[in-house]
């Protein structure tokens, strides 16, 4: 590995077309990420930030532009992203706004199975999936059912199962809306503890910016520009 950024994404477009209508969601944004940082990107609702967790995660190709990882382009307009599937499963975790848990699965079952698909020994994937748990504050739950589960409880979970298979990259679409004030500040710190002792490079999509402290940057997009970039106490 070098000392370059784990993510680059350069001067990205990404277009939709909307019935007779052309939507630019995201219109030449770039920006690096380092491992052990954890971002905030803000804006309002329609200003294209899940658009970009979507082209940053290689779930969507770009229009124009492209996303680099630890310098090699990866995705770009003509890439086909099912070949990636392997690659983003190993390097890439996605906590999406809804928990999405297997709900016939319990919390440590729905961690473990991140593991075994990626051909983890199934004993070996329920230990770290138990050890992931505990360290989040859920060694108790571990057998719980979704909906024997706090919505905060079942966030955790999802996150836990972002972090199985140890990926060098976090997205994390709007992980606080669905908790109050202190658990939203409670799950940030967990970014900040995560990119800090794993080394993490984390991007975290928010409406809330009472943790504001806990990022390295905050990245602000309006209309699909990025607007405002600012450090930590900037
Ligand atoms: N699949 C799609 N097809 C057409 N338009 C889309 C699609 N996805 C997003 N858009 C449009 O692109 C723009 C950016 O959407 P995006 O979901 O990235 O916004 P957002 O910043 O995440 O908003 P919110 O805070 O409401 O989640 C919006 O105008 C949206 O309507
Ligand atoms: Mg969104």
């Given at each position: 590995?070098?000392?370059?950024?784990?993510?680059?994404?350069?001067?990205?477009?990404?277009?939709?077309?909307?019935?007779?209508?052309?939507?630019?969601?995201?219109?030449?944004?770039?920006?690096?990420?380092?491992?052990?940082?954890?971002?905030?990107?803000?804006?309002?609702?329609?200003?294209?930030?899940?658009?970009?967790?979507?082209?940053?995660?290689?779930?969507?190709?770009?229009?124009?532009?492209?996303?680099?990882?630890?310098?090699?382009?990866?995705?770009?307009?003509?890439?086909?992203?099912?070949?990636?599937?392997?690659?983003?499963?190993?390097?890439?975790?996605?906590?999406?706004?809804?928990?999405?848990?297997?709900?016939?699965?319990?919390?440590?079952?729905?961690?473990?199975?991140?593991?075994?698909?990626?051909?983890?020994?199934?004993?070996?994937?329920?230990?770290?999936?138990?050890?992931?748990?505990d360290g989040l504050g859920l060694g108790s739950r571990v057998g719980?059912?979704?909906?024997?589960?706090?919505?905060?409880?079942?966030?955790?979970?999802?996150?836990?199962?972002?972090?199985?298979?140890?990926?060098?990259?976090?997205?994390?679409?709007?992980?606080?809306?669905?908790?109050?004030?202190?658990?939203?500040?409670?799950?940030?710190?967990?970014?900040?503890?995560?990119?800090?002792?794993?080394?993490?490079?984390?991007?975290?999509?928010?409406?809330?910016?009472?943790?504001?402290?806990?990022?390295?940057?905050?990245?602000?997009?309006?209309?699909?520009?990025?607007?405002?970039?600012?450090?930590?106490?900037?």
């Amino acid at each position: 590995m070098n000392g370059g950024p784990v993510l680059a994404v350069r001067d990205a477009t990404r277009r939709y077309a909307s019935g007779d209508t052309v939507v630019t969601a995201l219109d030449g944004v770039s920006f690096e990420v380092h491992a052990g940082e954890l971002v905030a990107v803000v804006g309002p609702s329609g200003s294209g930030k899940s658009t970009l967790l979507l082209i940053a995660g290689l779930l969507e190709p770009p229009s124009a532009g492209d996303v680099r990882f630890h310098g090699a382009r990866v995705s770009d307009p003509g890439a086909d992203l099912d070949r990636l599937r392997d690659f983003r499963r190993r390097n890439i975790g996605f906590v999406f706004q809804k928990a999405n848990l297997i709900p016939f699965l319990t919390a440590g079952e729905n961690v473990a199975l991140a593991m075994e698909i990626d051909d983890v020994p199934p004993r070996d994937a329920r230990r770290h999936a138990e050890r992931l748990l505990d360290g989040l504050g859920l060694g108790s739950r571990v057998g719980n059912l979704p909906t024997r589960l706090s919505g905060g409880e079942q966030q955790r979970v999802a996150i836990a199962r972002a972090l199985a298979n140890d990926p060098a990259l976090l997205l994390v679409d709007e992980p606080t809306a669905a908790l109050d004030g202190r658990r939203g500040r409670q799950v940030i710190g967990l970014f900040r503890r995560i990119a800090d002792e794993r080394g993490a490079a984390i991007v975290v999509v928010t409406h809330d910016l009472r943790a504001a402290d806990h990022f390295d940057r905050t990245i602000e997009l309006i209309d699909g520009r990025i607007v405002d970039e600012r450090g930590r106490g900037g």
